[in-house]
């Protein structure tokens, strides 16, 4: 076997962090020689020699961390959400156009929830409506999640190419959010449940039927295959790739 790939984890501590620290350290292929969390030096990293590292904090400190990486030639796997264009762009910027460094930003780890965002941009241009209902455990960070955001602009993406107009809603609200949040057009209605992990369902209609399509989380080892897979791709894949789905085959 070539030499393992030396990763260290950004989040070590939290929730998904130390689900990662037990994958990568399970893993054939990959060394788990740093571990960081809030309040530890991110020189750790440079003094620990890794060569990539996986990111799940936060999204206030998330930009801090990526930026330390570029600047140091460190690949970069990233669940932390929160994710706009703007900050797609500023990554860009500073990736610059011979980025030495591989950053991948995924709003979803999960082979399951990559398909349910697969499978319902497939299915959008067939139905006239189209909503998002994301439910989550209540210690999550931001609303909407990064998974419904983006399910979002893929269905709004698949209704403009086919030449789809607005959904259908003669709703006048009364109370504010009573609808959810419009994000690309579509819906997202987010519910915070304790004993929930991550789920979504997608609801599509048309005359006389629905199609739902719903994904759940049910442990955070759910998100660990896929964090491998980013891990075994970000090196070969220099510069900004965003969703795992680039790494695998959807046919
Ligand atoms: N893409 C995906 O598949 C998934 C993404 N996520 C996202 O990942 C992020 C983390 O989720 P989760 O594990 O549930 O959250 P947690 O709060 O459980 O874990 C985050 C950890 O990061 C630590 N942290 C805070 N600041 C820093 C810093 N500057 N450097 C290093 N570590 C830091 C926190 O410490 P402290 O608590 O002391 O602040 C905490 O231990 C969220 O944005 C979430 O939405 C979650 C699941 C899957
Ligand atoms: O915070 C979480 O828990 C999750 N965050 C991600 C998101 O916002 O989509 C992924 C998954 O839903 C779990």
């Known amino acids: 076997m070539s030499q393992k790939l ?17 994958a990568v350290e399970g893993a054939p292929d990959t060394e788990l020689v740093a571990q960081v969390d809030a309040g530890d030096d991110i020189e750790e990293l440079v003094r620990a020699g890794v060569e990539a590292v996986v990111d799940f904090t936060h999204p206030d400190v998330v930009m801090d961390n990526l930026r330390f990486c570029i ?22 910027g500073w990736l610059g156009d011979e980025p030495r460094a591989g950053v991948l ?22 139905f006239e409506s189209a909503e998002i209902v994301e439910l989550h455990h209540p210690d999550k960070a931001d609303a909407p999640s990064g998974t419904a955001r983006r399910t979002a602009a893929l269905i709004a993406a698949a209704r403009r190419d086919a030449g789809m107009g607005t959904m259908p809603d003669a709703t006048s609200t009364v109370l504010d959010g009573a609808r959810g949040a419009d994000v690309d057009g579509v819906r997202v209605h987010g519910l915070r449940i304790r004993g929930l992990v991550a789920h979504q369902e997608v609801v599509l209609g048309g005359v006389g039927e629905t ?39 959807l046919g």
Request: hydrophobic share 45%; charged share 20%.
């Open 6 to 22: 030396r990763v260290g984890v950004l989040g070590a501590r939290g929730k998904v962090g130390r689900e990662v620290c037990r």
């Open 71 to 92: 600047e140091h030639g460190i690949h970069a796997v990233v669940g932390t959400t929160g994710f706009d264009d703007d900050r797609l762009e500023q990554l860009r």
């Open 105 to 126: 930003i995924a709003p979803n780890f999960s082979i399951g929830a990559i398909l349910m965002m697969h499978f319902a941009a497939r299915a959008a241009p067939f």
């Open 211 to 249: 199609l739902t399509i719903r994904h759940d989380s049910l442990d955070r080892a759910s998100f660990t295959p896929g964090v491998l897979t980013g891990l075994r791709a970000i090196t070969d894949h220099p510069g900004l790739t965003v969703g795992l789905e680039n790494f695998l085959d």
